[in-house]
């Protein structure tokens, strides 16, 4: 077989779902192939570009319920991706797959359950180990140049970190929802102050009570202008919540993310005293 005809064979072979949604319309396209033997890196770079979603996740049947699990973007790889995964676990479920599943990651191993839902399928990712620390004055002000905001859009309550699930994510909070829905931003300055500074993503976040936050994330280091759901960095916002002390007892937020783009979605994270963290959503097949 060619090149081009096995490009072909291969993007045939994408699933394409819909995370953190049960609306099609709506939520974070992921791409999923389910067995990706025989598909070298090369090929998986290529077919996520062509596919064009911010990620696209590859599977490896292992032994019987563990996959290996790869995630590409259109212009690199990506450690750890929640939607994809999302969208992986309910592809496998849809397919007579088991409640209970385990991904080799990158980041380490993934534990997600699903259960079916009267809107669709549920499925809970236990994230990556990861932390949260400060991040340093001259990271916020490079920061806030490629943003186009001042210091006094920031919400002083929640202060800039940098937060990992698997990757970085430069955590910041706006004070208001309308500073939020303004987001704009120098695509190529910020690529390359993501790519200095080993960033996944920027999580633009607006408290609007304790339980409820609302998020937008820039993603130009992988081609993307913005994430409508971004898993990893709202497993990242647990950690960072936590190390705020924010997390005395187990607590439960929810993220509303895309909602500025016409592609809202809803990311539930649970926190737990013992440092563990929990994402969670559905995800709905796109035909």
């Known amino acids: 077989m060619n090149r081009a005809a096995l490009q072909k064979d291969c993007l045939s072979m994408v699933l ?21 033997s025989g598909i070298d890196d090369r090929e998986k770079q290529e077919l996520a570009a062509r596919v064009g979603y911010s990620e696209t996740a590859f599977a490896e049947p292992l032994v019987e319920n563990q996959w290996k699990l790869r995630y590409f973007s259109p212009q690199r790889e990506v450690t750890f991706c929640g939607h994809a995964t999302l969208a992986t676990a309910v592809a496998v479920a849809e397919t007579g797959g088991e409640d209970s599943m385990a991904f080799h990651t990158l980041a380490g191993t993934i534990s997600v359950t699903t259960e079916q839902r009267s809107d669709g399928i549920y499925a809970r990712i236990e994230a990556p180990a990861g932390l949260s620390r400060p991040a340093t004055p001259h990271q916020l002000e490079k920061l806030l140049t490629q943003l186009y905001w001042q210091r006094d859009d920031l919400d002083d309550d929640l202060p800039a970190h ?33 790519q200095d500074e080993d960033w996944i993503s920027i999580q ?84």
């Open 16 to 36: 394409r779902y819909s995370s953190f949604t049960s609306d099609p319309a709506t939520g974070n396209p992921a791409g999923v192939v389910l067995d990706a």
């Open 204 to 287: 633009i976040i607006w408290k609007e009570s304790d339980d409820l936050y609302h998020s937008r994330n820039p993603f130009p280091v992988g081609g993307v202008i913005e994430d409508p759901a971004t898993g990893a960095a709202a497993a990242a916002f647990g950690y960072y919540l936590y190390e705020l002390g924010e997390v005395p007892t187990p607590r439960r937020i929810s993220i509303i993310q895309g909602e500025d783009m016409g592609r809202r979605s809803l990311i539930e994270v649970d926190i737990s005293p013992d440092r563990k963290v929990t994402i969670a959503g559905t995800a709905v097949r796109l035909m």
């Open 162 to 194: 940098i937060a990992n699930a698997g990757n970085n994510h430069f955590v910041l909070a706006a004070n208001s929802r309308a500073r939020l829905a303004e987001l704009d931003y120098n695509f190529d300055g910020l690529k390359q102050l993501m």
